[in-house]
């Protein structure tokens, strides 16, 4: 009877995935794959959290891009594959789960305002109930791929592997884009087919010089391989070659930089060098800092001189909107739509929004800016809990860029903590400025890989050297002992 058991369980999940991958057939001939698939990377993540961190913080935000539908309705893969693995973790091991933190509670907070308000909205008949899914879990979203990445980094070791992901991965749009570029094959309309979501109509993606990778719009592409290329820039800057040789960093630098001067977008080619040199500060190096982005900033003028030099006659190139303005043709017209199209709703909008999406009778359906996006979908309640998650990440960001480099004990050296903590908290620095001229929190490409890339490396608190230092008493002084008497 003992051994007649394990081989009736065996017939039962055969027969069960029998049935499985008959049903899953008959809806989509590549379905069987998938669930294979499926069940090894939640397999792997029961039994390592580590790996999905590595999903989370490498794949998740690379593919954030790709649009919704594409395997299952309504969804994106990246949320797919962010719900797997943060399920699998949440039933993997509990006892490895760290205490929480004030940015845990930051974001709850966060990912709770963001849905309370979009189901309100929902309910009220402002905005569809499909909304709730695309706009008010986005915020939720979010919090899982803090606490996984968080969660799924327990040792230096941990972030050292999950970081040489990361720049890995970010190759693979970087290369995308550049190929976009250079106009390989039919390359632009193949992607073109897998990001279209409603940002930028396909004749204006295919008729632009600025390269979009596998993101629905250039902001979103340029957004996401800023981290990488800060990142990379800040391990080279300090000498660490934890992550990767000298040599693949520096190629990981060239195809990401390259993809971002590419995608041409003024905000952050400014934001670019000013998070660096903000990292280079907190390392210590600021003038070798200046030195490298000087370097980089000339190689990027010779490889492309003239998409540089378009894009700055473009932004002094006035339209019928824009005429007799001095400043860049974009910031005028952004002016424009603010003092038009969203201004006059604010105070209408201040207490709960006015829905999930920008209202219909607007000119220009965007708003062009992260806090008119906020009021409108929640008001001045979902402006402050955003503020209060990114500001209390920016503060743990801080601590852990001042720490004391050195060895833990357990688990090997710390500067790489340090060095993407120092990364984190210059693209910090500068969000609030980039956030006035493009929703780069509520749109893919950035937020996915920023709160994913910070969540590895502030996982856990900054190290103290003092913490683990063993106190070995002195032993006391014996007293002088008086000369024999001689007699």
Same mark, same amino acid.
């Given at each position: 009877m003992?051994?007649?058991?394990p081989a009736?369980l065996l017939?039962?999940?055969?027969?069960?995935?029998?049935?499985?991958?008959?049903?899953?057939s008959?809806v989509?001939w590549?379905a069987?794959?998938?669930l294979?698939v499926v069940?090894a990377?939640g397999?792997?993540?029961w039994?390592n959290p580590?790996?999905?961190a590595v999903? &989370?913080?490498a794949?998740?935000?690379a593919?954030a891009?790709l649009?919704?539908g594409l395997?299952?309705?309504?969804l994106k893969v $990246?949320?797919?594959?962010?719900?797997l693995?943060?399920?699998?973790m949440?039933? $993997?091991r509990?006892?490895?789960?760290?205490?929480?933190?004030?940015v845990?509670a930051a974001?709850v907070v966060?990912?709770?305002?963001g849905l309370?308000?979009a189901?309100y909205?929902a309910?009220?008949?402002?905005?569809?109930?499909?909304s709730?899914?695309?706009?008010?879990?986005?915020?939720t979203?979010?919090?899982m791929t803090?606490w996984a990445?968080?969660?799924?980094v327990?040792?230096s070791?941990?972030?050292?592997?999950?970081?040489r992901?990361m720049?890995?991965?970010s190759?693979?749009?970087g290369?995308?884009a550049?190929l976009?570029y250079?106009?390989?094959?039919?390359?632009?309309q193949?992607?073109?087919?897998?990001t279209?979501d409603?940002?930028?109509d396909?004749?204006?993606?295919l008729e632009?010089?600025?390269?979009?990778?596998?993101?629905?719009?250039w902001?979103?592409?340029g957004?996401y391989?800023l981290?990488p290329?800060v990142?990379?820039?800040t391990?080279?800057l300090?000498?660490d070659?934890?992550v990767m040789?000298?040599?693949w960093?520096?190629?990981?630098?060239?195809v990401?930089?390259a993809?971002?001067?590419?995608?041409?977008?003024?905000t952050l080619?400014?934001?670019l060098?000013v998070a660096?040199?903000v990292?280079?500060?907190?390392?210590?190096?600021?003038?070798?800092g200046l030195v490298?982005t000087l370097?980089?900033?000339?190689?990027a003028?010779?490889a492309?001189?003239?998409?540089?030099?378009?894009?700055?006659e473009?932004?002094?190139?006035q339209?019928?909107?824009?005429?007799?303005?001095?400043?860049?043709?974009?910031?005028?017209y952004?002016l424009?739509v603010w003092?038009?199209?969203?201004?006059?709703?604010v105070d209408?909008?201040a207490?709960?929004g006015l829905?999930n999406d920008?209202?219909?009778?607007?000119v220009f359906g965007?708003t062009e800016?992260q806090?008119l996006?906020? &009021?409108?979908?929640?008001?001045?309640l979902?402006?402050?809990a955003a503020v209060?998650?990114v500001?209390?990440?920016?503060?743990?960001a801080?601590?852990h860029a001042?720490?004391?480099?050195g060895t833990r004990?357990?688990d090997?050296p710390? $500067?790489?903590?340090r060095?993407?903590a120092m990364?984190?908290?210059g693209i910090l620095?500068?969000l609030?400025?980039?956030?006035?001229?493009?929703?780069?929190?509520?749109?893919?490409?950035l937020s996915q890989?920023?709160?994913a890339?910070a969540g590895?490396?502030?996982a856990?608190?900054?190290?103290r050297a003092s913490?683990?230092?063993v106190?070995?008493?002195?032993?006391?002084?014996?007293p002088a002992?008086?000369?024999?008497?001689q007699?």
């Amino acid at each position: 009877m003992t051994g007649l058991r394990p081989a009736l369980l065996l017939v039962a999940g055969a027969a069960v995935a029998g049935a499985v991958v008959g049903a899953s057939s008959s809806v989509f001939w590549l379905a069987p794959v998938a669930l294979v698939v499926v069940a090894a990377l939640g397999w792997a993540v029961w039994r390592n959290p580590v790996v999905g961190a590595v999903v &989370v913080v490498a794949f998740v935000p690379a593919l954030a891009g790709l649009a919704r539908g594409l395997v299952v309705p309504s969804l994106k893969v $990246s949320e797919l594959l962010l719900a797997l693995c943060v399920a699998a973790m949440l039933l $993997s091991r509990p006892r490895r789960w760290r205490a929480a933190t004030g940015v845990d509670a930051a974001m709850v907070v966060l990912a709770l305002t963001g849905l309370g308000f979009a189901m309100y909205h929902a309910t009220d008949g402002s905005s569809e109930l499909e909304s709730v899914l695309r706009v008010g879990l986005q915020p939720t979203f979010l919090l899982m791929t803090w606490w996984a990445a968080s969660r799924g980094v327990v040792s230096s070791r941990d972030l050292v592997v999950v970081l040489r992901w990361m720049l890995a991965v970010s190759v693979v749009p970087g290369l995308l884009a550049v190929l976009q570029y250079f106009d390989v094959g039919s390359i632009g309309q193949v992607l073109v087919d897998l990001t279209s979501d409603g940002v930028l109509d396909e004749a204006s993606r295919l008729e632009s010089d600025r390269v979009t990778g596998p993101f629905p719009i250039w902001h979103s592409l340029g957004g996401y391989l800023l981290v990488p290329v800060v990142l990379a820039a800040t391990l080279l800057l300090r000498g660490d070659r934890t992550v990767m040789p000298r040599g693949w960093l520096l190629l990981v630098l060239l195809v990401d930089l390259a993809a971002l001067v590419l995608a041409v977008t003024v905000t952050l080619l400014l934001w670019l060098p000013v998070a660096f040199l903000v990292a280079a500060a907190l390392a210590g190096r600021l003038r070798r800092g200046l030195v490298m982005t000087l370097v980089l900033a000339a190689a990027a003028l010779l490889a492309f001189p003239q998409v540089l030099t378009e894009r700055v006659e473009e932004q002094q190139t006035q339209s019928t909107y824009t005429a007799g303005g001095v400043l860049p043709q974009t910031v005028e017209y952004r002016l424009l739509v603010w003092e038009r199209d969203y201004l006059p709703l604010v105070d209408e909008a201040a207490a709960a929004g006015l829905g999930n999406d920008p209202p219909t009778d607007v000119v220009f359906g965007s708003t062009e800016n992260q806090y008119l996006t906020f &009021v409108l979908r929640g008001g001045v309640l979902l402006v402050l809990a955003a503020v209060v998650g990114v500001g209390a990440i920016a503060v743990r960001a801080w601590r852990h860029a001042r720490a004391p480099d050195g060895t833990r004990p357990d688990d090997g050296p710390q $500067s790489v903590a340090r060095s993407a903590a120092m990364a984190t908290f210059g693209i910090l620095l500068f969000l609030p400025a980039a956030l006035m001229v493009w929703p780069y929190l509520t749109n893919a490409g950035l937020s996915q890989i920023l709160f994913a890339f910070a969540g590895a490396a502030l996982a856990r608190e900054p190290w103290r050297a003092s913490r683990f230092a063993v106190h070995v008493p002195t032993p006391a002084r014996e007293p002088a002992r008086e000369p024999a008497l001689q007699g």
